[in-house]
């Protein structure tokens, strides 16, 4: 981490006194808003988007970049998997790696200073720069997924809706609740240090799946008929789930791909354009959880094996409203 725009050696996630994971929050939480007298407006070609192929919470961000369509609008770097003491680290000679086109930095720390030179925190991906100002806008996911999929609509390429106003308390309330027990869940049941911990956590986990299985019986997304933020929000943890979460983080109940509507809904968003390109499993497995390990072969999965949930409902049509 930095301490005052000094690289000191982070010692990796933190639990609390009762072993449980307690994750750190983010410090760069500004916002890029399509208003009058605002320092950070959206435009094209003026933010740049820093992520790694590993992490769940940098994918969620690049996923909706590219549903919004701004893959032309907003610019992309993506840092080396394998973290070691000097922490994310830019290496282009490597596939699916990038040097850092914005400010020609070797290590994402540098990146952080360059916004902040007195920063004291974790450095995180995904990060949100602005040319203009030549700083960090943000460094919060779900922030930067909302950013996208809502100040940007005059400039996305034929995007997605993926949070259209009269449904966005439920599809936060959605979010919400996959967040502290799926998304993040997984991490407390694999980063716990005392039974209780992981007790809890993994029981948080597998509750919440076995409810959107039975939610997903009836409904081809979370939020109804509409691919929505949620489904974007759920996608890179449910990916993740039997290739890595089921082995390196003891969430072994069972997998996801036992689940009767989990498991065709994850075939289903993963056939959707523009989410399998977003998936890069050899740097999520070999150099991002099993790092320096013997990867596990894993279950052989197939992902593109037809799904038949199209018969639920069209992507194309309206959402029902929430209750």
């Avoid at 973290?83 to 790696?97: I, L, S, V």
Wanted: with cysteine.
């Amino acid at each position: 981490m930095l301490v005052d725009g000094d690289w000191k050696t982070d010692l990796g996630p933190y639990t609390d006194e009762s072993g449980a994971f307690d994750r750190a929050e983010t410090s760069f939480r500004d916002w890029i808003q399509d208003a009058p007298d605002t320092k950070f407006r959206p435009a094209a070609g003026r933010y740049h988007l820093y992520i790694a192929r590993n992490c769940p919470w940098a994918h969620g961000a690049a996923l909706t970049r590219r549903l919004a369509g701004l893959t032309d609008v907003v610019s992309m770097d993506i840092v080396d998997p394998w973290r070691e003491n000097e922490g994310w680290e830019f290496t282009p000679e490597k596939d699916g790696c990038t040097p850092d086109t914005v400010n020609g930095c070797d290590y994402l720390r540098d990146v952080y200073v360059a916004g902040d030179p007195e920063y004291t925190g974790r450095v995180t991906v995904p990060v949100i720069w602005d040319r203009e100002h030549e700083t960090i806008v943000n460094n919060e996911s779900i922030e930067i997924m909302r950013m996208f999929a809502t100040e940007f609509a005059d400039y996305g390429d034929d995007g997605r809706e993926l949070y259209p106003e009269g449904y966005r308390e439920e599809i936060d309330r959605i979010i919400d609740s996959i967040y502290d027990s799926i998304n993040n869940g997984v991490y407390r049941a694999g980063f716990a240090e005392s039974q209780k911990a992981y007790d809890e956590a993994v029981t948080d986990v597998f509750d919440a799946l076995d409810y959107w299985d039975g939610v997903l019986a009836d409904q081809r997304y979370l939020a109804g008929d509409r691919l929505t933020l949620a489904d974007v929000r759920l996608f890179p943890t449910l990916i993740r789930f039997d290739e890595c979460y089921h082995t390196a983080f003891k969430c072994n109940r069972q997998y996801l791909h036992q689940y009767d509507n989990l498991w065709p809904y994850l075939r289903d968003l993963y056939q959707t354009p523009g989410f399998a390109e977003t998936v890069r499993m050899e740097h999520i497995k070999d150099d991002g959880y099993y790092q320096g390990e013997i990867t596990p072969i894993g279950p052989g999965l197939d992902y593109g094996r037809s799904h038949d949930r199209d018969q639920l409902s069209s992507p194309n049509e309206t959402a029902s409203r929430p209750s």
